[in-house]
T-cell receptor, first 109, second 112 residues
Framework: GEDVEQSLFLSVREGDSSVINCTYTDSSSTYLYWYKQEPGAGLQLLTYIFSNMDMKQDQRLTVLLNKKDKHLSLRIADTQTGDSAIYFC?????????FGTGTKLQVIP | DTEVTQTPKHLVMGMTNKKSLKCEQH?????MYWYKQKAKKPPELMFV???????INESVPSRFSPECPNSSLLNLHLHALQPEDSALYLC???????????FGPGTRLTVT
């Protein structure tokens, strides 16, 4: 099965940019996703990128995909306190979505 | 409407109880999923339904029994659970089985 790894924790100051990184092993993933989970809540789909794309921008969010290095990143511009949450990257292949280990983003006011 | 609803929000049950979790979506999605999530861990896939038929069972113990009565509803029947089954149970749906999944808020289950 696929392994998807993320760093456990990231702390940034309000107004700065956050970059959350993800590495994966299965290059056959059709889509790669970023989900946000606030405490006690379900997962909110933030954005996704098709595997033949290198970059996708959606308002404050920028997703970069490096297929050669199997590396996915999510950049959040002008990070706000409301962005504090756990962020999961995920890849889909053959009906299954495999989630990364999750990165807890702490935004310091 | 990109909403997936789940009931109940919280459930406490004894090891001899029988209970059911419910999930509903009205987005016309043809794939629905059950996930289990333990604290500080990513969701783990349990079951996938595609066009109301069970297509994936990730070797889940038989004390968890899924049911898809129609294309909008997904149930998870629980019987004789163990304390280690306590977790957040998440339902999700997607247009097909390869596209983005939309999650419900989850049911927080505690087995005593």
């Amino acid at each position: 099965g696929e392994d998807v790894e993320q760093s456990l924790f990231l702390s940034v100051r309000e107004g700065d940019s956050s970059v959350i990184n993800c590495t994966y092993t299965d290059s056959s993933s059709t889509y790669l996703y970023w989900y946000k989970q606030e405490p006690g809540a379900g997962l909110q789909l933030l954005t996704y990128i098709f595997s033949n794309m290198d970059m996708k921008q959606d308002q404050r969010l920028t997703v970069l995909l490096n297929k050669k290095d199997k590396h996915l990143s999510l950049r959040i511009a002008d990070t706000q306190t409301g962005d504090s949450a756990i962020y999961f990257c995920a890849g889909s292949s053959e009906q299954k979505v495999t989630f990364g280990t999750g990165t807890k983003l702490q935004v310091i006011p | 409407d990109t909403e997936v609803t789940q009931t109940p929000k919280h459930l406490v049950m004894g090891m001899t109880n029988k209970k059911s979790l419910k999930c509903e979506q009205h987005m016309g999605h043809r794939a629905m999923y059950w996930y289990k999530q333990k604290a500080k861990k990513p969701p783990e896939l349990m079951f996938v339904y595609s066009y109301e038929k069970l297509s994936i069972n990730e070797s889940v113990p038989s004390r968890f029994s899924p049911e898809c009565p129609n294309s909008s509803l997904l149930n998870l029947h629980l019987h004789a659970l163990q304390p280690e089954d306590s977790a957040l149970y998440l339902c999700a749906s997607s247009q097909g089985t390869a596209g983005e999944q939309y999650f419900g808020p989850g049911t927080r289950l505690t087995v005593t």
